[in-house]
């Protein structure tokens, strides 16, 4: 089995190398593919530095957003899974094989790495109620029946997020594929994570708008008759 990694980036100068080490490490047959959107605090510069045959880079002209990044990387991968890896060290790569636990044992098409089995330590108020809500919300209208609607950890069989046709642009990525899934009735199986979250002085780049904005994601796509 073949894992696809897709790493988003926006001006994570600061981390972009050592994510990229610690998914290297990782044991698994796999191939990672960088989109750098639009950087312009040096990240572009230290990405067009690496020669990998193992990673490929794909840089955005300008800066669209992080949905738009996931779906350009989603063109490229030719994994049997494909999994979302964030660019500031708030997820630890060895968990790709958590993941693939469900995978193995069960036949699991969608995999949600839950980081709130467990008390986690620094995490912001402003994280915590957008667990609750929008978590509370998936729950409420599609019945998902999860804890943690929001991780970056979304592990999925390729020819079911290929089918889903995804059109977020920004943060809404996770509301819009979660509610894909969930009308498709797929079952999203969960694993426990490790996080380290980080604070908006550390570069935490989504805003209180992005939460308005993944609320209303998860109630049109309850009620729209589209795909």
């Given at each position: 089995m073949k894992l696809s990694i897709v790493i988003p980036v926006y001006n994570e100068r600061d981390t972009v190398e050592e994510v990229l080490r610690q998914v290297k490490a990782v044991?698994?047959?796999?191939?990672?593919?960088?989109?750098?959107?639009?950087?312009?605090?040096?990240?572009?510069?230290?990405?067009?530095?690496?020669?990998?045959?193992?990673?490929?880079?794909?840089?955005?002209?300008?800066?669209?957003?992080?949905?738009?990044?996931?779906?350009?990387?989603?063109?490229?991968?030719?994994?049997?899974?494909?999994?979302?890896?964030?660019?500031?060290?708030?997820?630890?790569?060895?968990?790709?094989?958590?993941?693939?636990?469900?995978?193995?044992?069960?036949?699991?098409?969608?995999?949600?790495g839950n980081r709130f089995w467990q008390e986690v330590l620094g995490q912001t108020l402003k994280t915590k109620l957008a667990r609750v809500i929008l978590t509370g919300l998936t729950n409420l209208l599609y019945?998902?029946?999860?804890?943690?609607?929001?991780?970056?950890?979304?592990?999925?069989?390729?020819?079911?997020?290929?089918?889903l046709d995804l059109q977020a642009e920004r943060f809404e990525f996770c509301p819009e594929v979660t509610a894909k899934v969930c009308r498709k009735g797929l079952k999203i199986y969960e694993v426990p994570i490790s996080y380290r979250p980080r604070g908006d002085e550390a570069g935490k780049k989504i805003k209180f708008r992005d939460g308005l904005t993944a609320i209303w994601t998860l109630l049109k796509y309850r009620f729209w008759t589209g795909n």
């Open positions: 044991d698994l047959e796999k191939e990672v593919i960088v989109v750098d959107d639009g950087s312009i605090d040096g990240t572009r510069e230290i990405l067009k530095k690496i020669s990998d045959p193992e990673v490929k880079i794909i840089f955005q002209p300008r800066n669209f957003g992080k949905g738009a990044a996931i779906r350009r990387g989603l063109e490229e991968v030719s994994g049997d899974y494909v999994i979302i890896q964030d660019a500031d060290l708030e997820y630890d790569p060895q968990d790709f094989k958590k993941l693939l636990g469900p995978v193995f044992e069960k036949g699991a098409k969608v995999v949600y019945g998902a029946g999860i804890n943690d609607e929001a991780t970056c950890y979304k592990l999925f069989k390729t020819e079911v997020i290929k089918d």
